[in-house]
């Protein structure tokens, strides 16, 4: 049940729809009918890196690689980017249940993501525009150290069509740059890697290359794909040799520079 002085701030946050302070308006109704202790709201688009619209956390830690590293290609191994990705539709969706098999045993999850302290997210996704994602994500991290409860996942339920028809209502003329071009990046960082380091993969091998990143086990990307997990071992076995790297930690250590603005490059 939303707390009584909920919809005094529901309806200032729909009066401050359209203006420069929709988003501090939307996070003040949030904090009043859930408990977080952070917030971001950004746009992912399909041609260029993500916008940062709002971020506030009381723990230093949970955004503060935020603009150096997640926005310049970290951004590509984030599950909820590949809410966007994969073109889902909008609702609620919590980390826990879109994220890879092996999350947590990947190199993104140790070198980024777990510094960030960050232990459970749930993302309001919303897709405004052709080519445009927002998600409006809350998070509990080293603040409190508690995952949400059931009673929160009901209360973020219930709000969550509220919460994404105000968010398409206000960026619904949202588009990304007029000069980018679309590019995937498994092409771009095939290219890249051709250029700077004489290492030739396959379309395959790049595409397999960003999935052992992302932390799908050979069986996820075998579903994904719709092939065997035994030919995802062999081409994985060809790329960590092309590569001249033996781990998955390797690989991301390998890649890692690549990510910066990898779907801009022409």
């Known amino acids: 049940m939303l707390q009584q002085q909920s919809p005094d701030m529901l309806a200032r946050t729909i009066l401050a729809l359209e203006t420069a302070g929709f988003a501090e308006a939307l996070q003040s109704w949030l904090e009043q009918v859930s408990q977080f202790n952070n917030i971001t709201i950004l746009a992912f688009f ?20 935020l603009d150096s590293d ?37 190199e993104y999850f140790r070198s980024y993501y777990q510094r960030t302290t960050l232990i459970d997210e749930l993302a309001f996704f919303s897709s405004p525009a052709p080519g445009v994602s927002i998600t409006v994500c809350i998070g509990r991290d080293a603040t409190t150290t508690a995952r949400f409860s059931t009673r929160d996942l009901t209360t973020a339920r219930d709000i969550s069509p509220v919460v994404n028809a105000l968010v398409r209502k206000n960026w619904r003329g949202i588009a990304p740059d007029a000069d980018s071009i679309p590019h995937s990046a498994a092409e771009s960082l095939r290219a890249r890697l051709s250029a700077e380091k004489k290492i030739s993969l396959s379309k395959r091998q790049a595409e397999i ?36 790297i033996s781990s998955q930690g390797e690989l991301y250590y390998l890649i890692a520079p690549y990510l910066s603005n990898t779907r801009q490059d022409p």
């Not at 399909?46 to 690689?65: G, I, K, M, N």
């Not at 809410?83 to 890879?100: C, E, M, T």
């Not at 086990?217 to 994904?224: D, F, Q, R």
């Open 209 to 244: 290359a960003f999935m052992i990143l992302q932390g799908h086990s050979s069986i996820s990307i075998g579903l994904v794909l719709g092939i065997s997990p035994q030919t995802v071992k062999v081409i994985r076995k060809q790329l960590y040799k092309k590569c001249q």
């Open 46 to 65: 399909d041609t260029q890196q993500p916008s940062v619209f709002l971020s506030h956390a009381h723990e230093r830690r949970v955004f503060e690689r």
């Open 70 to 106: 997640y926005v310049n290609g970290a951004y590509l191994l984030d599950p909820f980017y590949g809410l966007h990705k994969n073109r889902k539709p909008d609702g609620l969706y919590r980390l826990a249940d879109v994220a890879p098999d092996q999350f947590q045993r990947n």
